[in-house]
């Protein structure tokens, strides 16, 4: 019985990574010639049961740390799998803006909604590229397996740090199963490119949420400032050490 229960397990670990290997060079060659955001048909997958059960989504708000009250950014909503628990979850008090740039996902998040969920949250089409939102206005933006679907990644997470406010949220959340899973690494060299820093990573390998802070612009300036010095073969060790050097030789030249 254990055998027969020993062999299945291999069986199916088997399967998934097989599933794994072709799905991601599948996906690597596609996106190479074709860069087009999800079907909209997988929207029916992506707010089922199935998908809940694998991902549930009060996790997936817990970890990006949002809190009741919020004004929230849900970005690459798809059919709204975490924006409709979301605007429960940040109340009468706060409000979710579900952006995406498909028409055909936005209709399946509305065919959802009830009357009183239109109250605090708000379906709105446009690209990642320009956010019809004013600056500053956001407390909290998530991102939930849409930032690697995304060309132009910075551009796009330029466009998120210029709508939070100082110190707002940016949460990426990646899951396994989505064929344009990166790694914990690349995701969290992507937010730090953009200046955010990062705050905390939750949950699993396969399921994860980085939590990432706006910082003040003179952490940016800073961030810039460090990288020309890099390009330029100067390290901070280097610095420190020739600063060290001048003060021993100025010392010594008054003694
Ligand atoms: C894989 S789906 C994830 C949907 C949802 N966040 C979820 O977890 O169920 C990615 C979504 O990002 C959207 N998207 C892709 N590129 C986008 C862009 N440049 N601007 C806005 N949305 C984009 C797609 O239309 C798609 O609905």
Same mark, same amino acid.
């Given at each position: ?61 817990? %970890? ?47 065919? %959802? ?10 379906? &709105? ?63 969290? %060299? ?19 949420? &980085? ?38 030789? %100025? ?5």
């Amino acid at each position: 019985m254990l055998k027969r229960l020993g062999r299945v397990l291999v069986y199916l670990l088997a399967i998934l990574a097989l599933y794994q290997i072709v799905i991601r060079i599948l996906a690597k060659g596609f996106r190479r010639w074709v860069q087009v955001p999800a079907p909209a048909f997988l929207g029916y997958f992506l707010s089922s049961r199935f998908r809940y059960g694998l991902q549930p989504s009060v996790e997936v708000i817990r %970890r990006s740390g949002i809190e009741p009250g919020m004004n929230v950014l849900d970005l690459g909503c798809g059919s709204g799998a975490l924006a409709l628990p979301l605007a429960d979850f940040v109340g009468e008090q706060g409000r979710v803006i579900a952006v995406d740039l498909q028409r055909h996902m936005l209709r399946q998040l509305t065919a %959802r909604m009830t009357p009183a969920d239109f109250d605090c949250n708000l379906p &709105v089409q446009a690209s990642a590229y320009a956010l019809p939102l004013a600056n500053a206005s956001l407390d909290a933006c998530v991102m939930s397996s849409t930032l690697q679907e995304i060309p132009n990644r910075q551009r796009a997470l330029r466009e998120v740090w210029r709508v939070l406010k100082p110190g707002g949220i940016l949460a990426v959340t990646e899951f396994l199963i989505d064929p344009d899973y990166p790694l914990i690494s690349t995701t969290i %060299r992507l937010g730090e490119e953009a200046g955010f820093e990062v705050k905390a990573v939750k949950g699993t390998f396969w399921n994860y949420t &980085v939590r990432f802070r706006k910082m003040p612009d003179a952490y940016q300036a800073m961030l810039r400032v460090s990288r020309k010095l890099e390009d330029s073969g100067v390290t901070a060790r280097g610095l420190y050490e020739a600063s060290r050097q001048e003060l021993e030789d %100025r010392t010594d030249r008054l003694l």
